[in-house]
Structures are given as C-alpha cells and as structure tokens.
C-alpha cells in the first residue's frame, strides 16, 4: 500500500484546453468501463486470499491519496491504479467467503450487471411519467417477489383482477420502511384518536421487542413519538428471546388504562442479534384489539421464506399491516434493495404525498398509476427494480431456493461441529444460516472468565485476516455469532473456519 507515494496530483496530465470536455464520450464509457469490469472479475478471483479485515488506522486514506482535489484531469488509468494500490487494502472486504460477521451482503453477476445499467440510464423515476418502465419494473418485480413469498394478494401492486388496494415499493434500508411505516400509522391513530392537528402525538406509544433491531428507536425518535412512550419488552430464554404476546397484550392494555393510543407493533423474522423470529400472527391478534398498526421486519430471514419449508415464520401476515424484507441481505441483490409491502397503499402515500405544480401530470391525474415518490421519504429515487427483476428473472426461483439451502446445510454442519466440542456451546437454537456459540464456563471458569474468553478469541480469530465474526450479548453472555450466506462461501471455508476457531480457542486456553 502507498506505492504511489504521498502526491499523487504528480500523476496528473497537463490540460489540452483545445479538447472538449466529453465526460460521456461513447469511447470512453467503453474503455473505462471494460477497465472496471476487469478489475471487478479480478477482484472476486483474488478475494479469497485478502485479509478481511483491513490493518489501516483512521485518516490513512488522506495520507495516502490527497487532502485536495486535483485541478487538472488524469487518464483513468491512474485513478485505477490508485483504486487498487490504496483503496482496495483499506477495504472490510464483505464478499469475502471468510467473512462470518453481521449478516450477509449478498451479490451476484446478475444484480451487479442490472445495478451497472441502472447506473448508466440513471433515471429518476419520481412519477410513472417521468420513467414508465422504472415504475412498472419495480412494481412487476415487487409482485413477482411477493409471489416467491407467497404473501397474500393484498399487499400486491396488481391482481389478477387489476389493480390491488395494497402495494409495494423498492427503498434503501430497512430503516426506511420502519420511519415511512411509522409515519402512516402516526397519522391513523391520531385521526383515530380524534387529535386536532398533530396535538395528540404526546399519547401515542410504540411497541417492540428488546431484540427488535435499534434502528427501530430510532425511527420511532425521527417520526416525533416521545421516548418515554416507546415501550422495549424485555425477552428470554422461556420464548427463545422472542416477544412474548402475553407480556405485548399487558404492556398495550396498561397504557390505554392509562390514557395513552397503543399506535404501532414492529415484529421481527429474524433478530439481529440471534435470528429470533417473533409470532407474527399471535402478534397481530393482540395489536388488533388496540387497532394498533403491526410492521414484520424480515430484513435477512425474509428471503429464506422463498422456500416452502420456512413459509410458516411469515404465517399470520394476512393481518399485518406491512413488511419489509432486503433482498441485498440473503437474496444476491446488492445494495441497496430493501423492499416495503404495505396492505393499503393510500395509508402510506396519504402521509406522505407530495403534489407540486410541476410535478402533476395526466397519469398521475388518471389514479392508474403508482407515483413511488409518494411512497417515500424523498422524492428522488434510483431505478433499483431492474437489478432485482434481473437476479430473479436470470436465477428463476428453484436457483435462489438452491442458494438459500445451501447456506441453511452450511450452517447446520457448523452447528454440529460446535455441538460436537465440549468446550462450547450453542447459546440459543439456530435459525436458517446463524449460529450463535461461545466458549462455555465450566470447571473454574466463571461467566465472567467465559465472557473473556469469548472477546479474546473473537480478537484473535479477526486479527489474523483469515476469518471475521462479530459478537453480541444474550442473556447476559458474550456471544459469537457465526452468518454464513457470503456469496462465494463453499463447505470448505466454514471448516477451515472451525478448524481456525479449534487451533486458536486451544492457544488461550492451553
């Protein structure tokens, strides 16, 4: 790294002021575009043997490259070489097939190539008119993954008998859906409340499990409910960390006893921390006593339910109001891909339409069409349906099915070799591809010494660049969480990672 030295404006050419600027010159995109594609195809041959995790310290990039733009233009050549030589060592490389940490940020020729073309019309498909085909690729290819899903007709933009009541729409993260979510149900309840205005907030409260992904208090922070209303229900091993609908129904009854509007439910299918998967349906049934709006966020497992064996963690969708889930998890989509399905789409865009002048059109006007602006927080929006209709259109869904059981198998065989080692344990029962472990206490060993164990042999496992894992805390423990679902990972990487996890858990134990 730095083999560029530290002024890389060196490399730069002396202006032709006679050339016109041509930053779309057909043979450029070309070259610079065959150029890129190399380096990506290279990129994904070699990445096996990087490190994963990056040995950089903070600001090395400005030291490397320059604290200042350059002036004049340099061939593209250099910009590659400067790529490689001082971005790409910086890099957490998340592609990897060592890498185990968080969950899974899947990719896959296909999307690659849809996200490229996406990014070279470069549409802004804020309306239907101002890109049709961008609003009918998104809808088309929401409807086709609600079929994979096999959700109900209700929350699909088109039926077989014409246009739904419900629908979808393509956003960034999942923290988007919850705030837009959040937003629509805010609005229900203080009209059904009978506010004046936006006076009733001060009553409102929200609902979720203390496993519930953090981004949903903060959501909940940005849609203006007041903190002391956002209710976090503690959770334990008797539900396997699941939300306890006995516990929800008594939270939800107190605060109406006491005044307040039980407004909104977030369940998971897939918690962060373990992959828990709340009970969706016996969720629904409580918040539905309170008239309460109920958001499943499937963000990781939510691809898995493509395959009829894990279906039955969405079972109850029929009576929620929305769900999310992020093909760019576990589903070969790349970022960002997050798709929204809402069971009434006018409870979403009547929160959040916007109508200027120059923005009204005949389509619009006609209410045939979906203007996804008025699905969102912006009003801006990059045409992301084409990289997913592609994946599914290329893969077909026996090919995606095959890839989430795949890691599911994986997954399974490290859960044994763990079981199998009386040294650790499995902390909470594995969920699709996670496995959660930690070195057990035993003999003199305390929960305490077992606590430092586990952060001793996550340090070492990550510092030698061949495997990376993340942790977090159940229950109280240190735990290790071990995601398989990268994209290039075979058998052979989760046992060579096992094999590490052995060699090093006997080096600190010894």
Partial sequence: MGSLGTNPMSFSAIPDDKAAFEPLNPEDVRAYLHKAVDFISDYYTNIESMPVLPNVKPGYLQDELSASP?????????????????????????????????????????????????????TVGFTWQASPAATEM???ALDWLAQLLRLPTTFMNRTSTGRGTGGGVILGTTSEAMLVTLVAARDAA?????????????????YAADQTHSTFFKACRLAG?????????????????????????????????????PTYVCATVGTTSSNVVDPVGDVADVAAMFSAWVHVD??????ACICPEFRHHLDGVERVDSISMSPHKWLLTCLDCTCLYVRDAHRLSDSLETN???????????????????????????????????????????KLQEHIRSDVAMAKMFEDFVRADDRFEVVVPRNFALVCFR?????????KDADEANRVLMENLNKTGKAYLAHTVIGDKFVLRFAVGSSLQEER??????????KTTSSIMD
Avoid: C
């Fill in 298 to 303: 499937a963000a990781y497992a939510g691809s």
């Fill in 493 to 502: 990487h989760v046992r060579s990672a096992w094999d590490l996890i052995k």
């Fill in 190 to 206: 203080l009209r059904r409340s009978g506010s004046v205005g936006v006076s009733g907030i001060p009553r409102l409260a929200v």
């Fill in 138 to 140: 998104e809808v088309l």
């Fill in 439 to 447: 070195i057990k206490a035993s003999g003199a060993m305390t929960e």
């Fill in 70 to 122: 350059p002036t004049y233009s340099a061939p593209f050549d250099v910009t590659m070489k400067e790529l490689r030589t001082s971005v790409v060592p910086g890099m957490t490389h998340w592609a990897s097939p060592n890498f185990f940490a968080f969950f899974p940020s899947t990719n896959s020729a296909a999307a690659i190539a849809g996200d490229l073309i996406a990014s070279a019309m470069n």
């Fill in 225 to 261: 409910f007041d903190p002391a209303n956002i209710r976090s229900i503690p959770t334990g091993p008797e539900t396997n960390y699941g939300l306890d609908p006995a516990k929800l129904l008594e939270v939800m009854q107190a605060d109406a006893d006491a005044g307040l509007v």
């Fill in 356 to 398: 200027p002048e120059y923005l009204k059109n005949d389509a619009t006007e006609s209410g045939e069409v979906t203007d996804l602006k008025d699905m969102q927080v912006g009003v801006g929006r990059r045409f992301r349906g084409l990289k997913l209709w592609m994946v599914m259109r290329t893969y077909g869904t026996a």
